[in-house]
């Protein structure tokens, strides 16, 4: 069984940062893909950004310039460090990775969600 743990979330002024953390942990043969989502109440999850296992990248518009996803592959990890955060950012952010486990179809793992807080 394949688990993603996130932290780093809490509560910021506008202006500020926070650094999300996301592990992987398990009978882990390989993780291709690993990506940010968030959900702000009454809205969509939506797709913030993610990573390849060569460390390509892309993200959403509305983050682009002060955000940064980064992944660490031998701590199966991936990090998105947040910066110039407005109250617009606030939401639950997920972790999600494609991992291949031995004998098996690669399958999409979601962390549980860590909230991000910014006041205005």
């Known amino acids: 069984q394949v688990q993603a743990v996130e932290s780093g979330g809490g509560l910021v002024q506008a202006g500020g940062s926070l650094r999300l953390s996301c592990a992987a942990s398990g009978n882990i043969k390989r993780i291709d893909a690993m990506a940010w989502y968030r959900q702000a109440p009454g809205k969509q999850r939506e797709l913030v950004a993610a990573?390849?296992?060569?460390?390509?990248?892309n993200y959403a518009d509305s983050v682009k310039g002060r955000f940064t996803i980064s992944r660490d592959n031998a701590k199966n990890t991936v990090y998105l460090q947040m910066n110039s955060l407005k109250p617009e950012d606030t939401a639950v952010y997920y972790c999600t990775a494609l991992v291949w486990t031995p004998g098996n179809a690669a399958q999409n793992y979601w962390g549980q969600g860590t909230q991000v807080t910014v006041s205005s």
């Open positions: 990573i390849a296992s060569v460390g390509s990248t």
